[in-house]
């Protein structure tokens, strides 16, 4: 059972600093620099909305792996792989 609760702790982790990596980066469409600077107050087309699809949320070894799929539902409905663009980090707590 302690394994699962620093699992769950350690997805909350990773979808938190996900959430927060999608709400500063501003638009998600690849656009020129001088544009990007000039629209990253207000977003085109900004996310309203993400999901994590996972077969599973438990690390049980320290080179366990998981796949993690990440879509963006956009302000006009559209939806978006992000994976690639996304930043995954980990939190393990001390026993």
């Keep these: ?12 982790a990773v979808l938190t600093s996900l959430l927060a990596f999608l709400w500063v980066s501003g638009p998600i469409h690849a656009t020129p620099i001088e544009a990007r600077k000039s629209s990253r107050s207000q977003p085109a087309n900004p996310p309203i909305s993400i999901s994590l ?17 990440v879509t963006a539902v956009l302000k006009d409905g559209t939806q978006r792989d992000v994976t690639s663009e996304s930043k995954f980090t980990t939190w393990s707590p001390k026993p």
């Design 53 to 69: 699809t996972t077969v599973s949320t438990t690390l049980t070894k320290p080179d366990t792996t998981q796949h993690i799929l």
């Design 1 to 12: 059972m302690r394994q699962n609760k620093h699992s769950v702790r350690q997805l909350f």
